[in-house]
């Protein structure tokens, strides 16, 4: 019974459709309770999977060459977990955030968010479930302008230049994703994910395809050094968007990266290419950590914390590049441990992104300065941000340690000792930004115009996705378990 | 019959070369306006004739013709309006530059 | 391909690499948007000589409609004082 | 300077890889044509983007919708209701108008229905009309265009939701996901199309329209 | 599962149920957090005093679960983790009763003592942690839930502290956790055991075996705080004085040096770690800490500077009886775990009544305060002869098995260290009671708020009379079968004797 | 036969061209858009050309669509942008 | 050299050229014009590929999948000077500042 796929991508979107047809007060309504069928919908697709194993669906009847293929696995299932997750309680947080938030186009913001998300869930969801390279393109242009709609929301000066930069770089990212389809829709004439894989060769057209690719989805995910759009865009949207961004959207290009290196291109990938991609991974910790470091806003703060977290993700590839092997023991680590940096990331940014929102509702600015006192008055914030901040630091027993360990097991383990430094040092920098952070809020408040009070239900929202963020950590060894149903990194071919 | 049809065909495409000429050795706007509607017209209307004559088809003419009619429709407004508009906003200007 | 069909291709091909290099570098934004629109012509001929008519319809009502009021409207507002030519 | 080097040695990077693209077919032409019986429709390229990968069209009028939704933002109401209208043109253009108008509807109604046989449909149509539209607004004559803001974002939305619908309407008849049957899919893919040539009009008037500034007068918040 | 697997993860539990719930507790509920803090430490005492009984009747008790695939969460009972989990828990009772007292007057109290209980978890899960991945997991831990304890003044001084303790320990972390990561490639996972584990592998590893080490041993060392890793210690002691209590008796250093015990016993086991020519530079640190702490600590003014320096130069004899051969030098280096912590938790104490009850601070405004708190000081003059070494008190068994240690194991000159240490240790020590007792006092005490009957509240003197006590006992009956020294001498026969 | 309107192609292609000199030199985007309006008939007649060489009708329509839609951009420039006349000759654009 | 093996080499500079726009362009409705340059490299080797099997007819996919890339290309290009025009309107700027587009 595969039905529940399809309404995967419909839910969000017939949601999405009614928040916009329908306005004013009734918008938040409708979101919150599309976002609860959607989760809902999800767990229901996770029972079905465990209990039926990896599932393909041919769109329309058609099957691979012809039509559309959509494909579930455990790889797929981990991300549409955490979309639906984190979704929800931005969902819940979103649905009173704006009612005390002061800005630009305060009312507009409030009745538009939803629409906006909706549609960003739909196209996550279809991203995620997505077999054919083509679909895959027009998925990503959805996720890209809504997640632009959703940073431009307020409409200011900051948001409009940051949301064109963001747009900007993304249509030129999908741009190069395209031509790398086309390339090699050219050299094998299909579009499927899987069956190309099967066909391919390391000649021209795929070393084009493969690095053009690559370098779109590197510039869509705010890789070292194609990060520039993020920190502006991510700081200056508001607070739900944010951490919809950080936590999400830079994940699901990832995403598709990871479906490429493993389904399409295990034959193509060289060494080299795995050790440059490490190597902008190991130039994002450093950079996104010294750059955090100097920040005074606590939301450009935290972008640049994303920046640096996703230079995590690229030690993957030069572990697993030109690996012949795909039972390998190192591929098999390294992979579950980028998916589980992917998730407690996404948890913990989340999380501290939407303190930083309560923040901002209590105080009415995010200058660090001001967070005087916080811990005295918002315990509950600053306990959460000290959560996630340790999960983002990688400290046990958080799910960012269970990330780290594995992908530094894997790194040491194939004898690549050198991306360990990077690691190592990654953490102890993360430790330097995160505390900066927290700092003031342990010091003496102010006297002067206090906070005002913030509703407990935002402040349960965000500690719950950072007891998340830890608590994967604890149970890591279920969710890896999950994330291989079908096997998603068998190297040769793949597919079913 | 072909013979014909490509005769106009050619006798139009003069006149299109005869307005591209004019658009561009004609002094000022207007005159390149005038000469370039005026010819093309007359060159799309002879070349869509030789068309419908090589075709042989009453359908395929019905459709040419329709085309050029648009064609002239579009273009005559078109040309009203831009001369509509340079002479409007002519006179505030320097008087009597050549360039327009 | 006889060597008319080449001259033909050849043509547009040189154009419109040449219209685009311009469109980026010519200092009148206007211009631009104007070589942007022949651009859309150019590639429309292009379309018809690759047989592919439904692209070239598609490309014919958006270059030559929509896309040219859009960037036409924008170049006006978007003009800078300086630097740029009159309309 | 280096930007110059870097789109040089893209340029190389492609060039060298088209050179040794195969030359023989190795495209989809052969599992179209054997599929284009159940397509319920005879032009290969309307089948493959309605029937065969639908999907992606489905998606694609979603983008549209993103993309409108996007430009309406920064209009009060997110409609077209409150634009500064244009001012009035003079004779000429009205008269224009008024002959363009009528042959544009059919035109594109002739465009979406033989789609179903040769180049043409829903996109080239809506496009068609959409222009239509906008050259109305340009002749100071509004009214047609800037509909009631319900009806108005209901027809925004009437493509996207159609495609829905449809798929909606065939889950519920059993059928897989998006699965036209071979005998209605000609009818199907029309009423889909329909929808979509005039969601893809008015998008297309809103997109050019809805940039232009609103009536002055308080905006909403503000910074 | 039954019992024997659950009771480790239930004495964890104990204090961090009790920390979670305390957490939500409101400012006000003060009987109720007391309530909670006393029965989470007399639960935890009970579960630790049951599991010893069980133990000495041959019972084994292990909690074993997989984290993720290779990696498993062992929580051990052994012999050498008895040491420190007993050391943990009960003078964790101890601090608790006198840390309620302390912060009488304080803010942000719940949020104290909600760490103040993960501190202790913390502690306690390194003891008990049955192999270096789940000892890393709870070292890091302690690293977290010590760092508000520090800055718990939230004064700028205190988050300057807290930065120094944090940059020291987490970097101590980092090269912890590159060690353990590193040794799991290697060697897969691997469980401490007995004299070792590691002698087994392919004499290709013993270079990389070699640098694991040295990184373990660093990591450890920050919190071990052997020089020139020490530098946070005497910064952190902005900290509350039961906070002081508690990192240098119980918690951070004592992980730092049992985990040191840890890997070079446990893991590597002494004989390899020999073979390997990995313990002489171990033992030279440890000297020249012992040495250093010693004279620097002659200088400080500040009490609790000055016993915070003393704890630099104290917690290295652990580290010095490990690193040297033979069984005489295990002893004492294991039974100083428990001796010095015992002592020096008694002197802060003391340091701490005197800060809150008369605000005295510095040693130069002693003189004559052994009139005002005669309970006091008595108990702080146990505590500072035994430091010194001065029989019988616990300090000088520790000090006797060092130096019968180093003669066996055919080191003298670390019987000249020790000597030295000796005489600096009588030199920052004596001249503390000197003033104390034998000057008079400057003038009045600035006395805060009424005292009772007693020299100071009770529940700030009961523990500190207590541990002072316990210091002398455990000297004069170390011969007993109960004796911290009998355990440490059977823990030293299992290593030498494979 | 086909070569000789494959002739009549290129002529029209190179009035195209041609038509480009003015789209480069200018002076005034009027004349710009002048040009603009030549590519539309120019290209009407083009597509009708080719629809009839190469045989393929659909090119009608796009030709008819293109003849429809041509006037769009001018009459979207007179009412959008419009006219207005520099003070004095500039020299003719060289770049 | 055929025709196609033409059009697609052409593609392929049209994309680069647009590349270059896209990144090293000040203006941002010349990068959006970029951004269109580069999405026309694309789609000419796409329908170049798919001319290449010409018989009887080209391969209709490629077709179809140019008409949704026309679809998103002008509705990112809409999307895209609507907020140009309100970037420009809110802060009279017509460049992004700083490195990158």
């Known amino acids: 019974m595969t039905s529940w796929l399809p309404l995967l991508v419909l839910l969000p979107f017939a949601g999405a459709v009614l928040c916009l047809l329908v306005r004013g007060r009734g918008a938040p309504a409708i979101g919150v309770a599309t976002s609860l069928a959607t989760a809902a919908l999800v767990l229901f697709a996770l029972w079905s999977l465990q209990t039926s194993g990896p599932v393909r669906v041919q769109v329309g009847g058609w099957g691979a060459p012809l039509g559309i293929d959509l494909a579930v696995d455990g790889l797929s299932m981990i991300h549409l977990i955490m979309t639906a997750v984190i979704g929800l309680f931005i969902s819940l947080y979103a649905n009173r955030y704006y009612d005390g938030y002061r800005g630009g186009q305060k009312d507009r913001a409030r009745e538009l968010f939803w629409p906006f998300w909706l549609m960003l869930w739909g196209a996550m969801n279809a991203l995620f479930v997505s077999a054919d390279l083509f679909n895959l393109y027009v998925v990503l242009e959805l996720v890209g302008l809504s997640a632009v709609g959703l940073v431009v929301l307020t409409g200011t000066r900051d948001v409009l230049g940051a949301g064109l930069r963001y747009l900007l770089t993304a249509l030129a990212g999908s741009m190069c994703y395209l031509m790398g389809v086309a390339l090699l829709y050219a050299a094998h004439g299909t579009l499927d994910l899987f069956a190309i894989g099967a066909l391919i060769q390391s000649d021209g057209v795929s070393r084009a395809a493969l690095m053009l690719m690559v370098t779109g989805l590197l510039m869509k995910t705010a890789v070292f050094p194609l990060h520039f759009w993020l920190p502006p865009a991510h700081a200056s949207a508001t607070a739900p968007v944010s951490a919809l961004l950080s936590a999400l959207v830079v994940k699901a290009s990832f995403y598709i990266l990871l479906r490429l290196w493993f389904d399409v291109f295990p034959g193509v990938t060289t060494p080299l290419l795995g050790n440059l991609l490490g190597l902008l991974g190991g130039g994002a910790i450093l950079w996104g950590s010294l750059q955090a470091l100097r920040q005074k806003r606590l939301k450009l703060l935290i972008a640049y914390s994303t920046v640096a977290q996703l230079g995590y993700l690229m030690f993957l590839f030069p572990v ?177 | 019959m072909n013979v014909i049809a490509l005769v106009l065909c050619f006798v139009g495409a003069l006149f299109f070369f005869a307005g591209t000429v004019g658009l561009l050795r004609f002094p000022d706007t207007f005159c390149r306006l005038h000469a370039l509607t005026k010819a093309d017209n007359l060159g799309l209307g002879m070349i869509a004739a030789g068309l419908a004559l090589a075709s042989g088809s009453w359908l395929v003419a019905g459709k040419l013709g329709l085309i050029w009619l648009v064609t002239m429709l579009g273009g005559t407004t078109n040309c009203y309006l831009l001369a509509h508009a340079l002479f409007a906003a002519r006179p505030n200007r320097a008087p009597d530059g050549e360039s327009v | 391909m006889t060597p008319m069909a080449w001259a033909l291709d050849g043509a547009i091909m040189i154009v419109m690499i040449v219209l685009a290099v311009r469109l980026l570098l010519v200092r009148d934004l206007y211009r631009a948007v104007i070589l942007f629109v022949v651009f859309g012509l150019f590639m429309a001929l292009a379309w018809v000589r690759l047989e592919a008519p439904d692209i070239a319809l598609a490309e014919a009502a958006v270059g030559a409609g929509i896309t040219g009021v859009l960037l036409l409207d924008a170049a006006k507002k978007m003009s800078r004082g300086r630097g740029e030519e009159e309309p | 300077m280096y930007g110059i080097l870097l789109a040089g040695a893209m340029a190389f990077m492609l060039l060298d890889a088209v050179r040794i693209l195969p030359s023989e077919p190795s495209g989809l032409t052969g599992v179209v044509d054997s599929q284009m019986a159940n397509s319920g429709v005879e032009h290969p390229v309307t089948a493959v983007l309605l029937n065969f990968r639908g999907y992606d069209t489905w998606l694609e009028l979603g983008v549209l919708l993103l993309a409108v939704m996007g430009v309406l933002l920064f209009q009060p109401g997110t409609d077209l209701a409150r634009v500064q209208p244009l001012a009035r043109s003079d004779a000429v253009l009205r008269l224009a108008t008024s002959l363009l108008l009528p042959l544009a509807v059919l035109v594109a109604g002739y465009l979406l229905w033989i789609g179903k046989y040769a180049a043409g449909g829903a996109f080239q149509a809506g496009v068609v009309l959409g222009a239509a539209l906008i050259l109305l607004w340009l002749s100071g004559n509004a009214t047609l265009v800037i509909l009631p803001p319900h009806g108005f974002r209901l027809i925004l939305v009437l493509g996207f939701c159609a495609f829905m619908a449809v798929a909606v309407g065939l889950l519920i008849a059993g059928q897989g996901w998006l699965e036209l049957p071979p005998s209605q899919a000609g009818s199907l893919i029309l009423f889909i199309e329909a929808c979509a040539t005039l969601s893809i009009a008015w998008t297309m008037a809103a997109l050019i329209i809805g940039l232009q500034p609103p009536v002055s007068g308080k905006q909403e918040g503000g910074p | ?231 946070w210690l005497p910064v952190a002691m902005v900290a509350p004085a039961p906070v002081s209590a508690l990192l240098h008796a119980v918690a951070v250093v004592k992980a730092g040096a049992f985990g040191i015990v840890r890997v070079v016993y446990d893991l590597f086991g002494v004989q390899f770690a020999d073979q390997l020519g990995l313990l002489t530079p171990l033992t030279i640190a440890a000297s020249i800490t012992i040495l250093y702490g010693s004279l620097r600590a002659l200088t400080q003014d500040d009490l609790k500077k000055r016993l915070a320096y003393s704890t630099v130069s104290q917690v290295s004899y652990i580290a010095l009886g490990v690193s040297m051969i033979g069984a005489t030098a295990t002893i004492g280096g294991l039974v100083h775990l428990v001796h010095q912590g015992i002592m020096k938790i008694t002197l802060f104490f003391c340091a701490g009544i005197f800060a809150e009850t008369v605000h005295v601070k510095a040693i130069s405004n002693m003189n004559g305060i052994g009139r005002r708190f005669p309970l006091t000081m008595g108990a702080f003059t146990i505590g500072a002869l035994g430091m010194i070494g001065v029989p019988p008190v616990a300090g000088f068994i520790s000090k006797w098995y060092l130096g019968l240690g180093a003669m066996a194991s055919g080191q003298p000159w670390v019987l000249l260290v020790l000597l030295g240490s000796t005489a600096l240790n009588a030199g920052y020590f004596l001249p503390v009671l000197y003033r104390a007792w034998f000057r008079d006092p400057d003038g009045p005490w600035h006395e805060e708020g009424p005292v009772g009957r007693l020299e100071a509240p009770w529940m700030l003197l009961v523990p500190c009379l207590i541990t002072g006590l316990l210091s002398l006992l455990t000297g004069v009956f170390a011969g007993a079968d109960w004796s911290p020294l009998s355990l440490a001498r059977i823990i030293a026969m299992k290593e030498y004797l494979p | 036969m086909g070569n000789v309107y494959v002739i009549l192609e290129l002529f029209l292609v190179l009035n195209l061209l041609l038509g480009l000199v003015r789209v480069v030199r200018g002076p005034t985007t009027a004349d710009r858009i002048l040009a603009i309006q030549l590519f539309g008939t120019t290209g009407v007649a083009l597509l009708l050309v080719m629809a009839h060489r190469m045989e393929m009708p659909s090119l009608r329509n796009v030709a008819l669509v293109f003849s429809l839609l041509a006037t769009l951009a001018i009459v979207a420039f007179t009412r959008l942008v419009g006219v207005t006349v520099p003070p004095a000759t500039e020299a003719e654009g060289r770049s | 050299m055929t025709q196609e093996l033409a059009y697609s080499m052409t593609g392929m500079l049209l994309f680069s050229i647009g590349l270059f726009g896209v990144f090293f362009v000040p203006h941002i409705l010349r990068r959006l014009m970029a951004m269109n340059v580069m999405a026309v490299g694309v789609f000419l080797l796409l329908i170049a590929v798919a001319k290449r099997n010409a018989d009887p007819n080209p391969d209709p996919v490629p077709h179809a999948m140019l008409l949704t890339g026309i679809v998103v290309a002008i509705s990112a290009t809409a999307f895209a000077v609507g907020l140009a025009r309100k970037f420009h309107e809110v802060s009279g700027e017509t460049d992004l500042d700083g490195e990158g587009p």
Not at chain 5, 42 to 60: D, H, N, P, Q, S
């Open chain 5, 1 to 231: 599962m039954n019992l024997h697997e659950w009771l480790p993860l239930l004495i964890l539990g104990s204090s961090l149920l009790t920390g979670i719930c305390i957490f939500f507790l409101a400012e006000e509920q003060r009987g109720l957090r007391t309530f909670l803090n006393l029965a989470g430490a007399f639960i935890k005492l009970a579960l630790v005093v049951y599991m010893v009984v069980g133990m000495a009747r041959g019972e084994t008790y292990e909690t074993r679960f997989p984290i993720v695939l290779g990696f498993d969460f062992v929580l051990k009972a052994d012999s050498l983790s008895l040491l420190l989990v007993g050391l943990s828990s009960g003078l964790w009772l101890l601090t608790t009763v006198y840390a309620i007292g302390y912060l009488e007057h304080w803010k942000n109290r719940s949020r104290f003592f909600g760490f103040f209980s993960f501190c202790v978890t913390a502690s306690v899960g390194v003891a008990l942690a049955g192999n270096p991945i789940t000892f890393f997991i709870f070292y890091e831990f302690l690293t977290l839930s010590t760092y508000p304890l520090v800055i718990h003044r939230g004064s700028v001084e205190a988050l300057r502290a807290g930065r120094t303790y944090l940059w020291y320990t987490m970097a101590g972390g980092a090269l912890v956790f590159t060690g353990v990561v590193w040794l799991h490639v290697l060697v897969g996972s691997v469980d401490f055991r007995e004299a070792g584990v590691l002698a087994v592998v392919d004499p290709s590893l013993y270079p990389s075996l070699t640098l694991i080490f040295a990184l373990l041993i660093c990591g450890l060392g920050v919190k071990a705080a052997l020089v020139p890793l020490h530098g």
């Open chain 1, 320 to 496: 697993t590049a030109g690996m012949a092997d795909g039972s390998s023991l190192w591929l098999q680590e390294v992979s579950k441990g980028t998916v589980c940096h992917v998730l407690s990331h996404a948890l913990a940014k989340a999380s501290i992104f939407l303190s930083a929102g309560l923040f901002i509702l209590a105080a009415g600015t995010d200058q660090m300065s001001a967070m005087k006192g916080l811990a005295e008055r918002m315990p509950l914030t600053v306990f959460s941000m000290a959560l996630a901040a340790v999960s983002l630091m990688g400290l046990p027993p958080s799910g960012g340690f269970i990330a780290k360990w594995l992908i530094m097991h894997a790194v040491l383990g194939v004898g690549q000792w050198w991306w360990a430094p990077f690691l190592v040092i990654g953490g102890l920098l993360t430790a330097g930004y995160m505390f900066m952070m927290l700092r003031p809020a342990f010091l003496e408040p102010d006297p002067g115009p206090g906070l005002k009070p913030v509703p407990r239900l935002l402040e349960v929202c965000t500690l719950a996705l950072a007891m998340l963020s830890i608590g994967i950590g604890i149970s890591a060894a279920n969710l890896l378990n999950l994330v291989m149903i079908g096997n998603p990194f068998s190297i040769p071919g793949g597919g079913w």
